[in-house]
């Protein structure tokens, strides 16, 4: 992982001894200990996934999932919007331009899930972010365990109805993915997947 930030770093020729300082941040944030599935692992496979997309702005979707979900406390709405603050912070003291950083910050936003995505890249980030829900039952069984360990400070029957309307609400749309790519590879597995864990909630 060290390795593809490094590499990320030499193509936007950034001052070193900051962009090290930058690292070490996103590192140690992602892995913190509470954290069961917003961590590297989590960066790792958006970034597989992101090699095998079309991306029009690459590097700006590249940095955008490297931030985009540095700040994560469970016990609050704004995470990704405090990340895209952060991620801005940042882009600035590596001089990176303003409506470049305003891209980024953009693009980290649109992965809370609510914001309707307005490009392609928008929309396949978002499809990237989403796509563990399409993912093997074994995998996705998996994932549903993280993130009830995070959220352990919430007891049985309180977490199964916020997880229920979570769910619920990627199922009343149209479809969960927003591009052609990822509803032909992930859409059937995700419904199914969801579909699952409900009834499991719901037993």
Not at 17 to 34: D, K, N
Not at 52 to 62: L, N, R, T
Not at 161 to 185: M, P, Q, W
Request: aromatic share 10%; with cysteine.
């Amino acid at each position: 992982m060290r390795s593809c930030w490094k590499k990320l770093v030499a193509s936007r020729n950034w001052d070193p001894e900051i962009a090290g300082q930058c690292e070490e941040e996103l590192f140690s944030l992602y892995e913190s200990p509470t954290r069961h599935y917003h961590n590297l692992s989590h960066i790792e496979d958006c970034l597989r996934l992101f090699t095998e997309s079309k991306i029009d702005d690459p590097v700006a979707v590249e940095l955008a999932i490297w931030f985009h979900d540095l700040i994560y406390d469970p016990l609050k709405p704004d995470n990704e919007a405090a990340s895209g603050i952060f991620a801005k912070l940042w882009l600035n003291q590596l001089e990176e331009n303003t409506i470049f950083s305003n891209s980024v910050e953009r693009l980290i936003l649109v992965t809370d899930h609510n914001t309707e995505p307005e490009t392609d890249d928008e929309a396949t980030l978002v499809d990237i972010d989403l796509s563990i829900l399409g993912r093997t039952p074994e995998r996705y069984k998996l994932y549903s365990q993280q993130i009830r360990s995070e959220y352990s400070h919430v007891d049985d029957p309180q977490y199964k109805a916020g997880r229920i309307a979570v769910l619920k609400k990627f199922l009343d749309r149209s479809s969960i993915y927003k591009t052609e790519e990822y509803k032909n590879r992930f859409e059937a597995a995700a419904q199914n997947n969801l579909e699952q864990e409900i009834a499991e909630l719901a037993s």
